[in-house]
């Protein structure tokens, strides 16, 4: 099968590599990157474990097609701490209990980042319709709802 | 977090360490920082996957497998079929004397559910064992099903699992789960009103995140590990060692990391064949279900059917219980003998009833194997046995949380089992739930305990 190249930046490392056209960056990223923080759990398109931030917006690896990111600007939940210090919305979903078995938790950390950098301000509902594509079948919605929130409002009380 | 210490004051030890504290989740930083290493995120060079080919009948004769296509496809490298199994005809609850073995590794002849393991594909990449599997011919003979527990256990239905013999699961006790305690027809005789009403449940599928799967590394000396997210760690183990006869210190098993799993990631289903098909190649093996297969073949929590009659006094004593259940094992035992003989256990409910009668089946049909989920053979019983109570309190005219006071069972009481109760706390839960709920009671209620008789 004929190869095809993709070259993207992933957290802020470039990276370039050879895969079977179609391939998934789903797939790309987990078996040829090696990076395994988004996770496969539908592989259709309705789950959300896959979820990563494709040039500032929300995307689901697993419908996107890897040669299609040439050149992009890729984040994954595995960039986000920098110099080993978590993020403020792992600290809160860490802080909250937000986690239970974790897989579904870097689709919703992904999810609630692209939310708080598009609305600094959310209200409870634009929290719900932001989570609403990441399922969480450990029942664990109010501890992630409110991990959200409370990065919101820290995030608007140090800007005051 | 609020600690009601006015309960229980006398048996009360204070200066605990952990009760009544937040603790952080030790796993939680992996989790949040997308580091934690479930089983398929294992990078494992060289890996074959394997993709089964299952039986599209609900209740068939296999006449003939063909392969001869499937193994010209480009990439296949190894096609199992039941005769490569060595020790084909299993069940999980062997290990704790639960038998007899029932359930085939791979259909030897007969296929008793849609969905059943039939041929497994062992190829490069994960599309050419898919593309293999679909070219595998088996001629079926279609045989009657039987899809209803009813119709199952009537003379001359079709038999599904000839390692029973019939369609139920003959206990010690006979062909069910028996309590029997005081005269329960003498109950219902002096009872003021009697109840009886059927309550019945589907199949419910526990929808982990994580579908079912496992990667199989050969570590070479004829030994290998098994990266697998059941949560079964040690009935898995144990019983692939019986199903690859082999011994457990050949198989390293490497879990404890589960994507949601809520029961039902206890069965033993892919890492036995998995193992099988990196012994037979030499080479690494991933068996993960898709989406599809997680919904359609895992086995859900069982239905149930309970049928309970009740005999019950104007003043809300319950006299009399007599309740018969019936759960759907489906076309294989797994775990649901067990299940069925929790429900016998449970239907006295948490009340103290002098005169009761239990049976509970467990019933085989040509349905998908069902198996353990969160309190799997007591939930389904807890939903129809709290129905039950309010419908009674309302056929007495008295306040449903009330009525659960009077028949709560409380230290000293003799469950139904033969077994004192001791440390029950139940009424002081519902006292706390009344508040809780905003759902006052009379205040007798209020002053009952779990140690003295009153009110």
């Known amino acids: 099968m004929a190869k095809v190249p993709v070259q993207f930046t992933l957290n802020g490392s470039e990276k370039a590599e050879f895969v079977d056209s179609g391939t998934t960056l789903l797939h790309a990223l987990r078996d040829k990157i090696g990076d395994t923080s988004p996770k496969g759990g539908c592989h259709q398109g309705t789950c959300g474990a896959c979820s990563v931030i494709i040039d500032g917006e929300l995307r689901l690896s697993c419908l996107t097609v890897a040669e299609t990111c040439s050149g992009a600007d890729i984040r994954t939940t595995s960039g986000l701490a920098e110099a080993g210090v978590l993020h403020p919305l792992q600290r809160a979903f860490l802080d909250a209990f937000a986690t239970q078995c974790g897989f579904c938790t870097p689709g919703m950390i992904m999810a609630a980042k692209v939310l708080l950098d598009h609305t600094p301000n959310p209200s409870r509902e634009d929290v719900i319709e932001a989570l609403s594509g990441n399922i969480c079948r450990c029942t664990g919605y109010e501890p992630i709802i409110e991990a959200v929130l409370t990065t919101a409002r820290a995030n608007s009380q140090n800007a005051a | ?455």
């Not at chain 2, 589960?258 to 080479?283: N, Q």
């Not at chain 2, 007599?322 to 299940?339: E, I, L, N, Q």
């Not at chain 2, 049909?365 to 939930?379: D, Y």
Request: charged share 25%; with cysteine.
């Open chain 2, 1 to 455: 977090m609020e600690l009601r210490k006015n309960y229980f004051a006398d048996q009360r030890k204070d200066g605990l360490h952990e009760i009544g504290h937040g603790r952080p989740r030790l796993d939680s930083p992996g989790h949040v920082t997308g580091k934690t290493a479930y089983f398929a995120d294992r990078n494992v060079p060289n890996m074959l996957h394997l993709k089964m080919v299952r039986s599209p009948h609900h209740h068939a004769r296999i006449r003939s497998i063909d392969t001869s296509e499937a193994e010209k496809h480009p990439g296949v490298v190894k096609i199992l079929t039941a005769r490569d199994v060595p020790h084909n005809v299993y069940t999980i609850l062997i290990l704790i004397q639960v038998g007899p073995e029932d359930e085939t590794v791979l259909a030897d002849g007969k296929p008793r559910w849609k969905g059943e393991a039939v041929v497994a594909v062992l190829a490069e990449t994960e599309r050419a064992a898919q593309e293999a599997a679909a070219k595998v011919k088996v001629d079926y003979e279609v045989l009657p099903a039987v899809f209803d527990m009813e119709e199952a256990l009537k003379p001359g239905a079709p038999l599904v699992n000839e390692y029973h013999g019939q369609n139920y699961y003959l206990y010690d006790s006979g062909e069910c789960r028996k309590v029997r305690f005081g005269d329960v027809e003498a109950g219902f005789a002096g009872a003021d009103h009697i109840l009886e009403q059927s309550y019945q449940s589907s199949p419910i599928e526990h929808a982990p995140t994580e579908t079912t799967g496992c990667v199989v590394v050969p570590e070479g000396n004829d030994r290998f590990t098994c990266y697998t997210n059941t949560q079964a760690m040690f009935f898995t183990l144990d019983n692939a060692s019986i199903i690859l006869q082999m011994p457990g210190s050949k198989l390293h098993f490497v879990g404890g990391t589960v994507g949601g799993g809520f029961g039902g990631k206890v069965d033993v289903i892919v890492e036995p064949i998995a193992i099988l098909g990196a012994k037979l190649t030499g080479r690494p093996v991933s068996f993960i279900y898709s989406r599809e297969e997680e919904m359609q073949i895992s086995s859900p929590r069982a239905a149930e059917k309970i049928i309970i009659k009740d005999g019950v006094m104007n003043d809300g004593r319950i006299v009399a219980r007599k309740v018969t259940g019936y759960t759907d094992a489906g076309a294989y035992s797994r775990h649901s003998p067990y299940g069925a003989q929790k429900g016998a256990a449970h239907y006295p409910g948490p009340y103290t009833i002098p005169n009761v009668w239990i049976d509970t089946y467990c019933v085989y049909t040509n349905r998908t194997p069902s198996s353990a989920m969160r309190g799997f053979g007591v939930t389904i019983g807890d939903f129809a046995l709290e129905v039950q109570m309010d419908k009674l309190a309302r056929l007495i005219g008295m306040d449903p949380l009330e009525f659960r006071f009077i028949n709560a069972y409380r230290d000293g009481d003799m469950k139904a089992h033969r077994q004192p109760t001791e440390g029950a706390a139940l009424i002081e839960c519902m006292q706390e739930a009344s508040r809780a709920a905003n759902w006052p009671v009379a205040e007798k209620y209020m002053a009952m305990s779990s140690y003295t008789k009153g009110a």
